[in-house]
Nanobody, 124 residues
Framework: QVQLVESGGGLVQAGDSLRLSCAAS????????MGWFRQAPVKEREFVAY????????YYADSVKGRFTISRDNAKNTVYLQMNSLKPEDTAIYYC?????????????????WGQGTQVTVSS
């Protein structure tokens, strides 16, 4: 069983930056691919980014490419999402997820464990 706890959300203005963190329990964190998803009110959960277990490969949704960066520190069992140039349309609850496959996916059904989410609100 893996527990994921997100932090770092908040209320910011358009153009600002935030860094989300996701702390994971478990001894095999480095073998999991980690993803970030988000869900805005009355919208479906949307893929944001993932990073493979090795940390060498990352993949982003087109809507955040060039603005967001996913990274991980396996020594700290933590994955990060650096969000720059935030826009009002980035407003959502952001969820961290882990998959035992190690390869990562933009398909949320591929993930085995989920955090409780952290709210990000971007005002115009």
């Amino acid at each position: 069983q893996v527990q994921l706890v997100e932090s770092g959300g908040g209320l910011v203005q358009a153009g600002d930056s935030l860094r989300l963190s996701c702390a994971a329990s478990g001894r095999t964190f480095s073998s999991y691919a980690m993803g970030w998803f988000r869900q805005a009110p009355v919208k479906e959960r949307e893929f944001v980014a993932y990073i493979r277990g090795s940390g060498g490969n990352t993949y982003y949704a087109d809507s955040v490419k060039g603005r967001f960066t996913i990274s991980r520190d396996n020594a700290k069992n933590t994955v990060y999402l650096q969000m720059n140039s935030l826009k009002p349309e980035d407003t959502a609850i952001y969820y961290c997820a882990a998959t035992v496959s190690g390869y990562g996916s933009s398909w949320y059904q591929s993930y085995d464990y989920w955090g409780q989410g952290t709210q990000v609100t971007v005002s115009s």
